[in-house]
């Protein structure tokens, strides 16, 4: 089993392990990522073995500075208004890469482009001290829901993965944005951790949004954050045998009879209820019911990447969970 360890006492372990070409699972402030050095293919391939993770799926490199950041991918000036308004934070830029920057092929499923992120906390204080950047995507196992704590982690991954680096709750509790340069505009991929609205703000311009050519995310595949239960939203009552995820102060009819209720955010607090998402999913999943119920949750702000989780967990299986 995995070894939990806080992240005040966490850093040479992490090193060592990451060093040998092996994984580590270590707090972010979105969700708790799987981390392997990004120049190693062995440590990249240990992160897919971990997972369960179909190979088409490429992956997140964090970075420690600026610095790191340009020897890795080729900023347009855009994207470089991002990274000095958002970073270190939730927000991921797809670039295009430079030639012979070391990164291992399997980390950007072989495209000529990469995910890059520099995120806050230990992860940071991690990659710099490595010197190196590290591929990581959530913790979790392939098409479940992502680890906000280090027990969720080592609940799912701990038999697989030798350490669990410990840095409580993570504050967001939603995976990051994703933004994509696209000649002299740039596209919404993935909505995350970061509102839209705050990055549209911040360029003084709007995020084209829909279908890019292609898959251009695979991670967004439909049902990639399924719970066991199946889920169902909008919910305005709760019917036999089903959980109910709550939202405010509203409640949907007969919530009384819930087979196990829990509530995003009392106040009606986007923010909160992003933190709470995934954890209560995985608590309401655990209560047996068949179904989870949830009410509905407005768009604005990080409610647009709430419904999105909410949407991609109630989309028909496909892949993700053999039928019991
Ligand atoms: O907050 C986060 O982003 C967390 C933490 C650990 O950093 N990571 C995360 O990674 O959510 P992951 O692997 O679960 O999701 C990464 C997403 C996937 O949807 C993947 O398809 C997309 O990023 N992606 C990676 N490289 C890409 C690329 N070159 N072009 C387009 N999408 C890419
Ligand atoms: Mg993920």
Redesign the pocket.
């Known amino acids: 089993m995995a070894e939990i360890l806080a992240a005040g006492e966490a850093l040479e372990r992490a090193l060592a392990l990451l060093e040998s070409g092996d994984v580590v699972a ?1 707090p ?8 392997g050095d990004a120049t190693n293919g062995i440590g990249v391939a240990r992160i897919f073995e971990a997972k369960g ?1 179909p190979r088409f ?4 490199a ?1 970075v420690a500075d600026m610095a790191m950041a340009e020897r890795i991918a080729v900023f347009d000036p855009l994207s470089k208004r991002l990274a000095e308004a958002f970073w270190p934070g ?1 927000l ?1 830029l ?1 670039l295009p890469q430079r030639p012979g920057n070391g990164i291992h092929p399997l ?3 072989g ?1 000529d ?3 890059l ?1 520099m ?1 806050r906390g230990f ?1 940071g204080d991690l990659i710099a001290k490595l010197g190196r950047p590290l591929a ?5 196992s392939s098409g479940r829901i ?1 680890a906000t704590t280090a027990q969720a982690v080592a609940d799912d991954l701990g038999a697989r993965i030798k350490l669990v680096v410990d840095g409580g709750a993570t504050p ?1 509790g ?3 944005t ?1 933004v ?1 340069a696209e000649g002299e505009r740039l596209r919404l ?2 909505p ?2 970061i509102a839209a609205e705050e990055i549209e703000a911040a360029l003084g311009m709007a995020l084209l949004r829909g279908g890019a050519a292609g898959v ?5 595949l439909a049902s ?1 954050y399924a719970p066991g239960a199946a889920m169902r939203l909008n919910a305005g009552a709760v019917g036999k045998d089903e959980a109910l995820l709550g939202f405010g102060g509203q409640r949907a009819e007969g919530w009384r009879h819930a087979a196990a209720f829990l509530n995003l955010s009392i106040s009606g607090d986007l923010r909160e209820a992003a933190s709470n998402l995934f954890a209560y999913m995985q608590e309401l999943d655990r209560s047996g019911a068949r179904t989870i119920a949830v009410e509905n949750i407005p768009f604005d702000g990080l409610g647009e990447a709430i419904n999105d989780r909410l949407s991609r967990a109630a989309a028909p299986r496909d892949n993700t969970e053999p039928t019991p």
């Open positions: 270590i972010t402030e979105t969700v708790y990522g799987l981390a993770r799926n490429p992956l997140i964090h939730p991921t797809v980390v950007t499923a495209l482009t990469i995910a992120r995120p992860g990581a995507p959530s913790a979790n992502s967001v939603l995976e990051s994703i994509k991929l993935r995350g951790g251009e995310a695979p991670g967004m990639h």
